[in-house]
T-cell receptor
Framework: EAQVTQNPRYLITVTGKKLTVTCSQN?????MSWYRQDPGLGLRQIYY???????DKGDVPEGYKVSRKEKRNFPLILESPSPNQTSLYFC????????????FGPGTRLTVT | DAKTTQPNSMESNEEEPVHLPCNHS???????IHWYRQLPSQGPEYVIH???SNVNNRMASLAIAEDRKSSTLILHRATLRDAAVYYC??????????????FGQGTILTVHP
């Protein structure tokens, strides 16, 4: 089944403790991205990647890092999480030749205390 | 990005058609009109997209005004599973947006049994 998976689905952590949210897709998609969703603000793009080793900032990249060493994986790294990063995070992917249809993961709900 | 206006909420009865409107008066000539939906506790899901002509797929139909300043997503027979937030997203999928989807507040669709 074609899908985007994220782990963990739920995470409660403390300020300053480094964490990684993994994202993996099995569709051989070139393009992957991360969004965060907050009440009243909608979904906002954090980072995106056009292909392996090619990443760029989205609209709200501060406090986040990403890497794209393999085509299928696009982890989101919070080096020193803060409470304002408490949010619902979604990973997405798409085929570069089929630009109109993006596939989203199920989401990761992160709480930073 | 083109500005969009959608009703905050709409209601429908099961088995009835639903017409979800979207105004995008600042749409540019290269923007496609995408519709995504987000079911409760899930990531967004692609529904349909179009440029100028009306489009149909297994999920819905998209009617685009001749001047492209508005569009309507049509669910022909609403089911309880169609209860979701529906987002209208005008976007130049192949251009400088680099695949970023700009989600507004969307329309919350409630389907009554």
């Amino acid at each position: 089944e074609a899908q985007v998976t994220q782990n963990p689905r739920y995470l409660i952590t403390v300020t300053g403790k480094k964490l990684t949210v993994t994202c993996s897709q099995n569709m051989n998609h070139e393009y992957m991205s991360w969004y965060r969703q907050d009440p009243g603000l909608g979904l906002r793009q954090i980072y995106y990647s056009m292909n392996v080793e090619v990443t760029d900032k989205g609209d709200v990249p501060e406090g986040y890092k990403v890497s794209r060493k393999e085509k299928r994986n696009f982890p989101l790294i919070l080096e020193s999480p803060s409470p304002n990063q408490t949010s619902l995070y979604f990973c997405a992917s798409r085929n570069s030749g089929k630009r109109y249809e993006q596939y989203f993961g199920p989401g990761t709900r992160l709480t930073v205390t | 990005d083109a500005k969009t206006t959608q009703p905050n909420s709409m209601e429908s009865n099961e088995e009835e058609p639903v017409h979800l409107p979207c105004n995008h008066s600042t749409i540019s000539g290269t923007d496609y009109i995408h519709w995504y939906r987000q079911l409760p506790s899930q990531g967004p899901e692609y529904v349909i997209h179009g440029l100028t002509s009306n489009v149909n797929n297994r999920m819905a139909s998209l009617a685009i005004a001749e001047d492209r300043k508005s569009s309507t997503l049509i669910l022909h027979r609403a089911t309880l599973r169609d209860a979701a937030v529906y987002y209208c997203i005008p976007q130049d999928a192949g251009g400088t947006s680099y695949g970023k989807l700009t989600f507004g507040q969307g329309t919350i669709l409630t389907v009554h049994p």
